[in-house]
């Protein structure tokens, strides 16, 4: 074969090759390339959220709905503890009536963040017209009789101040008494070993007979489930997270009719009781240096003035029903503050404020400079993987022609093998017709 002939297979093979395989292979890379690139101004355009008038808009509007689940959710409990008026009185029934109502909680569980089904209530209790306890339940186990206490002395009670007796032996037939958020403080160095706030917000109903009042039924409600409402909330962002960092200004927390926060990414803010049974002081601005030294920093907003002076102006907004939206500067920072009512009423709790308010803060330039950052990010990204894309292409086709190069190269030689050399010339050809002539 001719070095010409040769040289016309190989461009053939060649010419082939870059139709059937560079041309496509190449379309490929330019397709995905192109999808990174978009993927990524997508993504980009989702993290680079400007905190704009329609952002804080959806943000009300996220405080709005969570206050009315709250609400929701405390009306249901307030439910259970009419619907225990009609349950037998037995220890039987009390403790199926406690493990059988649950509700999810995310909790940590061998290092990872699982779900898990947790009852709500901790305590279920039947109490005689003078305060005895006849029946009770706590973690889902029946309370002995001997360890059964009078609670009309709120010294005898779980958490040593409690007065849930007294208050619901006032009430009328089907009405409820719901307690403030009551449990042990969490100080700031216990908090940062991993220590949580646990406690209750207890429910109570009075009971009845011909002769009148005969008792009470109370139960206590787990705060894990009423924290979990604004726990794992990021406001500007609709996926839930364990765990918020209140370093970012960027979290949810809940706080009571008082001005006391009842829910917040640190826990050592939350009101809570000192082991004799009475609150942990509040920060003043008399007692603020002191108090944080002590790593105690419970905080009532309707004190905080000498630290924040809107946040007073916010609690009193929302204890008159209201909702809104405040921004403002301050320590050289945008603060973004959404807020709105939870419009769950009691006596304990009357209107307009009702229960409390749940709050959405964002500390813009924070934001906006993890924004940043996160759009930085995603540009190297898309740049690495184009560019590894680019690189694989190379590689792929320069392997790809050596190895059709080979074959090319192989399949000349078998044909030189089976065409003997010299007789691939030019000659003529006659048939046997010819020949005869």
Do not use: C
């Not at 109502?101 to 209530?121: E, R, T």
């Not at 050592?268 to 002081?281: A, E, F, K, N, R």
């Not at 065409?419 to 030019?426: D, L, Q, V, Y």
Request: no cysteine; aromatic share 8%; glycine share 8%.
């Amino acid at each position: 074969m001719s070095e010409t002939t040769k040289g016309k297979q190989l461009f053939t093979v060649a010419r082939v090759f870059f139709l059937l395989i560079v041309i496509p292979l190449s379309l490929m890379a330019i397709l995905i390339a192109n999808g990174i690139f978009k993927l990524g101004v997508t993504v980009k355009e989702g993290a680079v959220v400007v905190l704009d008038q329609k952002s804080q808009e959806e943000i009300k509007i996220r405080a709005i709905n969570t206050a009315g689940e709250v609400a929701n959710f405390l009306s249901e409990r307030q439910k259970d503890t009419l619907v225990s008026t009609i349950l037998p009185a037995s220890e039987a029934a009390f403790k199926k009536f406690v493990n059988e109502n649950k509700k999810l909680l995310w909790v940590k569980d061998k290092g990872g963040i699982v779900q898990v089904a947790a009852p709500l209530y901790t305590e279920m209790s039947l109490i005689d017209k003078s305060g005895n306890e006849q029946i009770k339940i706590a973690n889902g186990e029946i309370v002995p009789k001997a360890r059964l206490v009078n609670v009309s002395n709120p010294a005898n009670t779980t958490y040593k101040s409690e007065e849930y007796f007294a208050k619901a032996k006032n009430l009328n037939k089907g009405e409820v008494y719901v307690g403030p958020v009551t449990g042990w403080y969490v100080n700031r160095a216990d908090f940062e070993k991993g220590k949580r706030f646990s406690g209750i917000v207890r429910f109570a109903t009075p009971l009845f007979s011909q002769a009148g009042f005969d008792g009470v039924i109370a139960l206590a409600m787990d705060v894990r489930h009423l924290a979990g409402y604004t726990d794992h909330i990021i406001p500007t962002q609709a996926t839930p997270v364990f765990e918020a960092d209140a370093a970012t200004g960027n979290y949810a927390f809940m706080v009571d009719s008082k001005g006391v926060i009842i829910s917040h990414p640190n826990d050592y803010h939350i009101g809570g009781l000192s082991p004799d049974g009475t609150p942990v002081p509040a920060l003043t601005q008399a007692t603020s240096t002191e108090l944080t030294k002590k790593g105690q920093e419970v905080l009532n907003l309707n004190l905080l003035s000498f630290m924040d002076p809107n946040l007073p102006e916010v609690t009193k907004d929302a204890a008159a029903g209201k909702s809104g939206i405040k921004t403002y500067k301050f320590g050289g920072h945008t603060k973004f503050v959404a807020y709105a009512p939870i419009k769950f009423y009691t006596k304990e709790t009357p209107e307009p404020g009702g229960f409390g308010w749940i709050a959405m803060g964002v500390d813009v330039e924070k934001f906006n400079e993890l924004a940043s950052q996160t759009t930085k990010k995603i540009d190297k990204e898309a740049k690495a993987w184009t560019t590894t894309i680019i690189l694989i292409l190379t590689v792929s086709v320069v392997v790809l022609f050596l190895i059709l190069a080979l074959l090319a190269r192989g399949i000349t030689r078998s044909i030189e093998a089976e065409i003997p050399r010299g007789s691939e010339g030019e000659g003529q050809f006659y048939d046997d017709e010819e020949e005869d002539k």
